[in-house]
């Protein structure tokens, strides 16, 4: 037998094929996709000198790093940090309008769309900078940390670099997303590159696109928003707050108790289902009946089940570990490691985590995946809900700490492990038809990842047991589409992927 069709060059290169199928058609488009990435989650970023490190082992004292680094002198770090997220508006708004121009199926004239996207960019640039030049030369005597640089202000083209490195990974991502998107505008001026985005069709793995008349137009404003309201909610609690930032200063300087988290999680979840509720239209009498159904117990037990499995695996090699390193060093000297204190359970207060996961679930299975599967097929459609429901998170998974090495780590950490656990959560709602095991199973999930529990499984190793399990339950028990997606070429699709 020839290595070319050995089991393993067979899936090779079916998974090759597959993620090319996932790819836009135009790789030129691909700039668009970055950039407004890039953009859209950059005002999250630092926007300032890396603060100095405050305390031992190089950690950040939060509380003392609220109350005592200032950017510029006079101007405390929370309201820097609020004059960004106020100035950076456009550059989110820029973002946004990416995404839309990458969904939506009719354009118009796409150079005008993409030039609109420029010109918030680069407002929403000249604004922060314009206020960080501002404070630079206003600042007196040797108080500023931007006092490092060569002069105190400036003044000649020169420092313009050093003012790009000490604005940190904000304005470097910003600037990236900027530069991409005009490349593109400048291929699709010269006729190299077309909008509305598209992704090739396969007919031999019967995977066909809808005619473009034929498109949902409402996901091309459904995607954008959903994804722009967690930094839109922000924007909105970030300047209720700021007269109280400005009042109490010692409030906002210290971490934020467990319970404004919660409450902040909460009223997410009713901002997502309102809009969801909105935007679902007419359907919404059948829509909600339909997806929310109770199904069959043994699903509900799966959906709870197979995740915390999936979470014992790694405390279990962890003990494995340490058992084996003390068998053959430390047996004299030390006791055994207790197999116990390895494994945890969330508590009872973390089922609050199932409101959100409830929400997310709506959107995302029980009304985008079946628009998606029905457009893209099953595996691509699947795999496309999991980028959108990633991009949803981009928001919220940056912080003003992280380099740019650990933003870029962040993006393929969450696209990875989120992609891998939507065949999952796919699985349970097609096969149940019902949202509501993919509700147990994501409120599960997220439990245990943000739950305070003895050992934490390292993404590195999450990823793998996902798909693992997303590929056995496709591959054992494959799903069968309801009503007029029960059809033989699906099933055939299904055997020919897997």
């Not at 699947?382 to 959108?388: E, K």
């Amino acid at each position: 037998m020839s290595d070319e069709s050995s089991p393993v060059s067979v899936y090779a290169r079916r998974l090759i094929v597959f993620l090319r199928s996932v790819l836009p058609a135009e790789p030129a488009q691909l700039l668009l996709l970055a950039g407004a990435t890039f953009l859209f989650m950059s005002p999250e970023l630092r926007w300032w000198p890396d603060p100095p490190r405050l305390v031992a082992g190089g950690t950040i004292a939060l509380g003392r790093l609220g109350r005592e680094y200032e950017p510029f002198p006079g101007i405390p770090l929370f309201l820097w940090a609020s004059y960004v997220r106020l100035l950076s508006l456009p550059i989110l708004a820029a973002g946004a309008v990416g995404y839309f121009a990458c969904f939506r199926r009719s354009l118009g004239n796409s150079c005008r769309t993409l030039l609109w996207i420029l010109a918030c960019a680069v407002t929403g640039l000249l604004a922060v900078c314009g206020v960080a030049f501002f404070f630079w030369r206003s600042a007196p005597g040797s108080h500023s940390v931007f006092s490092s640089v060569a002069s105190r202000s400036i003044e000649s083209l020169r420092d313009l670099p050093s003012l790009f490195v000490e604005l940190g990974p904000g304005l470097r991502f910003a600037s990236a997303g900027l530069l991409m998107v005009a490349i593109f505008t400048f291929l699709v001026w010269t006729r190299r590159a077309t909008l509305p985005m598209r992704l090739p069709s396969l007919p031999a793995h019967q995977i066909t696109e809808a005619p473009p008349d034929a498109a949902p137009r409402d996901l091309a404003v459904f995607i954008p928003v959903m994804i722009g309201l967690i930094p839109l909610l922000r924007m909105i609690t970030g300047l209720v707050a700021m007269p109280f930032a400005l009042w109490w200063p010692a409030l906002f300087a210290t971490r934020r108790a467990p319970w404004i988290v919660g409450l902040e999680s909460v009223v997410d979840a009713l901002f997502f289902a309102a809009f969801v509720f909105v935007a679902i239209g007419k359907e919404r009498r059948e829509f909600f009946p339909r997806c929310a159904r109770f199904p069959k117990a043994n699903y509900l037990v799966l959906a709870g089940l197979l995740p915390t499995a999936v979470f014992q695996v790694w405390p279990l090699i962890s003990y494995l570990r340490d058992r084996i390193v003390w068998a053959h060093i430390h047996q004299v000297f030390t006791y055994p490691p207790n197999f116990p204190s390895y494994f945890g359970l969330p508590r009872l207060s973390a089922l609050w985590y199932l409101l959100p996961a409830f929400v997310e679930e709506i959107a995302w299975r029980g009304y985008l995946q079946p628009r998606f599967i029905r457009r893209y097929g099953l595996w691509r459609g699947i795999f496309l809900v999991g980028l959108v429901w990633g991009a949803f998170h981009f928001s919220s998974d940056f912080s003003s700490y992280m380099s740019d090495a650990q933003v870029l780590i962040g993006i393929a950490a969450r696209l990875a492990w989120i992609v891998a656990f939507s065949y999952f959560l796919a699985w349970l709602t097609i096969r149940s038809e019902s949202i509501l095991p993919s509700t147990i199973a994501h409120g599960v999930y997220n439990m245990f990842v943000l739950g305070a529990l003895p050992t934490h499984t390292p993404i590195w190793i999450l990823v793998p047991l996902l798909a693992l399990l997303g590929y056995a339950v496709f591959r054992f028990w494959p799903p069968v589409m309801p009503g007029e997606n029960s059809t033989p070429e699906l099933r055939s699709e299904m055997d020919t992927a897997t």
